[in-house]
């Protein structure tokens, strides 16, 4: 059974910083793409950053990018999100999302989210 499992979600105040992870198992992920997605309550889920599978493409949300930095581990088939200087609208629930191949578009495996809140 496949699974992605995330962790590292919690309450920061503005300015602080948090590491998501995500632990992907049931199968070998080396030849998926990574990501992470962000939903709000009453809202679709937003495309954070993603890895494609062999880590030489990154794709930054502009709303992050130069604040967040997505990495992943091969031997441990897991994915980082280590998020610096959060600012309250960064708040929601973080989604893991692997897709075979470069990019994100539909994802095939979602994991079960972590949230995430940032106080002011």
């Known amino acids: 059974q496949v699974r992605l499992v995330e962790s590292g979600g919690g309450l920061v105040q503005a300015g602080g910083s948090l590491r998501l992870s995500c632990a992907a198992s049931g199968r070998t992920f080396g030849t998926y793409a990574l990501g992470w997605f962000r939903q709000t309550p009453g809202k679709e889920r937003h495309f954070v950053a993603s890895?494609?599978?062999?880590?030489?493409?990154?794709y930054t949300a502009d709303s992050v990018l130069g604040r967040f930095t997505i990495s992943r581990d091969y031997a441990k088939d897991t994915v980082y999100l280590q998020m610096n200087s959060l600012k309250p609208e960064d708040t929601g629930v973080y989604y893991c999302?692997?897709?075979?191949?470069?990019?994100?578009?539909?994802?095939?495996?979602w994991g079960q989210g972590t949230q995430v809140t940032v106080s002011s």
């Open positions: 890895i494609n599978w062999n880590g030489e493409q990154i």
């Open positions: 999302v692997a897709e075979l191949g470069s990019q994100i578009e539909k994802g095939d495996y």
